[in-house]
């Protein structure tokens, strides 16, 4: 579809400031962290793909030993400064004395990020919600912290309640070679439940709750309590989709479910919100509109058949054996 024109300017970004690397630190974890072993060889695996995927797990195991980079966009009077953190993305939004965060990281980051925050002369104390786009450990984790220590109101999708109330992900389909090496590690993340004080089930308009204007809207796909938050011409997507390890385009994601369904959640999220013109990510990014819509092009052209969209039933958390005290 064709975007339509806008009258404000187009968001700038600053160049991303990186705290140096810290030296590796214990991470406290529910079950053992398993070794990354790659798949049986083939011919196909063989290839280029697979050696560039190597050299991405090599590249996402070394970012996570480091401490916290920030990248900051400006659009108009908003002001996003992304801060991550073992390459998950929080976004803390700002518009004058408002300021709300989208996805609040690792439980075990949290004090790390509360350390960057004020490092970036924003007061945790302040925030006036932390919006969990979904309930997996590496979004969703973080938010405890700032309930607990600020009184922090949480938005969460209706649909999400079990994977919060029991700090469980629910099933992860990898999307290839570099998803599956990790997805033992990812599915079996935990951490502490965390009850939400907004369940928002189709929408919710942000300033009566954070102070910030702004909506916040239910697109399941990723989980079926997936939100989106839209912010004048800024979006932030979950994992929806991610950026690319390297430039700025829109990428599938490591982990979903049914592909066919994300082309056409993308397709949905282009027509609901034709303002947006930059999305922020859970992982890498931001995107711009375009790549967006270009990733919704390959889907749709890769998944031609797709179903139309239905309403399924919950995907249940993965058990796992009780948390070792």
């Known amino acids: 579809m064709n975007n339509p024109p806008c009258s404000s300017p187009a968001p700038t970004v600053d160049a991303a400031a990186r705290v140096p ?69 929080v976004h803390v939004v700002q518009r004058g004395a408002h300021t709300v965060v989208v996805d609040a990281g690792l439980q075990g980051d949290a004090a790390e990020l509360d350390a960057a925050m004020r490092a970036e002369g924003i007061d945790p104390a302040k925030v006036g919600a932390v919006i969990v786009t979904h309930g997996h450990a590496d979004h969703a984790g973080g938010a405890r912290w700032f309930k607990q220590r600020y009184g922090t109101k949480i938005i969460a999708g209706s649909g999400d309640q079990p994977l919060l109330r029991s700090g469980r992900n629910d099933k992860l389909c990898s999307t290839g070679t570099l998803a599956s090496w990790q997805e033992d590690q990812h599915q079996h993340a935990t951490y502490t439940p965390v009850e939400a004080d907004v369940w928002v089930g189709t929408s919710q308009e942000l300033a009566p709750v954070a102070g910030l204007a702004g ?40 982990y979903m479910c049914d592909l066919a369904a994300n082309g056409r959640d993308l397709t949905e999220l282009l027509a609901r919100w034709p303002q947006a013109t930059t999305f922020f990510t859970g992982h890498f990014g931001p995107v711009a509109r375009d790549e967006v819509v270009a990733l919704a092009a390959r889907l749709r052209a890769e998944f031609p058949k797709a179903s139309p969209k239905q309403t399924l039933p919950p995907k249940p958390a993965v058990p796992l054996p009780p948390r070792a005290e």
């Not at 809207?217 to 839209?230: D, I, K, M």
């Open 215 to 254: 909506r916040v809207e239910a697109l399941p796909g990723h989980t079926q309590g997936s939100l989106v938050v839209l912010v004048g011409q800024l979006a932030f997507v979950g994992d929806l989709f991610r950026g690319g390890l390297v430039g700025s385009s829109a990428v599938r994601h490591l």
């Open 21 to 89: 690397c810290a030296p590796p630190r214990a991470v406290s974890r529910a079950v053992p962290r398993a070794p990354l072993r790659a798949p049986p060889a083939t011919a196909a695996r063989a290839g280029r793909s697979s050696r560039l995927a190597l050299a991405a797990c090599v590249g996402l195991t070394a970012l996570s030993g480091c401490g916290a980079s920030v990248a900051t966009v400006r659009a108009g009077d908003l002001t996003v400064r992304t801060l991550t953190l073992n390459y998950n993305n």
